[in-house]
Each structure stands twice: as structure tokens, then as C-alpha cells.
């Protein structure tokens, strides 16, 4: 089943905008670091973004200053702002929550990579 949705992916021209959301379909006590990946056709899978629970945030060399990662927990959300967007995004973008913590009753039971199923980002040069 899926664990995570992603969406807002699409076609855009070089330059452009997109922004990507994550979404958790159940109520996540505690989400921890919230990130983003990604994966070019006969590339390997790459962290592009971070963020942890006290919004402290990461990116990769070839985003910084065009990418931002953003959270709302109480929305069960992981925003991915995009802009002046290149040919080489082009890639299916993941969100990764990489722990969890869910709660049963009182307790709270923790579960680790929870992933999306990925939406398609193409820039066009």
C-alpha cells in the first residue's frame, strides 16, 4: 500500500516553478526528519533536501538557493519549493520519512522508510 503521496509534478520550461507536497494518509505522531530524493533515468537515487523536526534544513549543493524544504506537521505535510528549475531536475522525486513514530493506544511504536511512490518533475531545456 502506499505509505506517503506525493504530488505536483508536471512539465515546466527551464527557469520555471514547481512546488511538490507529500502528504502521510494517517495522522503521524512524530515524524522526524522529512526529505526528498531523487532519480534520474540510469542514475542512482540522490537526497535532494532535508528537513528535521525542529526545521533545521539540508540540501544538496545542486539546489541550494533554488530549492526549498518546508513542513507542517499538523497537516501531516512536506512541502519541496522549486524555481529557476534546470533540465538536469528532471527525475522522479521521492519523499522519504525516514522514521516514525505511531501511536497504539498509549504507547507509541516507532516504523522506519516510509516512502511515496514518486512523481514525475520534467523540465524542458
Known amino acids: 500500500q502506499v505509505q506517503l503521496v506525493e504530488s505536483g509534478g508536471g512539465s515546466v520550461q527551464a527557469g520555471g516553478s514547481l512546488t511538490l507536497s507529500c502528504v502521510a494518509p494517517?495522522?503521524?505522531?512524530?515524524?522526524?526528519?522529512g526529505t526528498w530524493y531523487r532519480q534520474a533515468p540510469g542514475k542512482e537515487r540522490e537526497l535532494v533536501a532535508s528537513i528535521t523536526s525542529d526545521r533545521s534544513t539540508n540540501y544538496a549543493d545542486f539546489v541550494k538557493g533554488r530549492f526549498t524544504i518546508s513542513r507542517d506537521d499538523s497537516k501531516n505535510t512536506v512541502w519541496l519549493q522549486m524555481s529557476g528549475l534546470k533540465f538536469e531536475d528532471t527525475a522522479v522525486y521521492y519523499c522519504n520519512l525516514p522514521k516514525i513514530g505511531l501511536r497504539y493506544g498509549d504507547t507509541i511504536r516507532y516504523e522506519y522508510d516510509y516512502w511515496g511512490q514518486g512523481t514525475q518533475v520534467t523540465v524542458s531545456p
Open positions: 494517517i495522522s503521524i505522531y512524530d515524524i522526524g526528519t
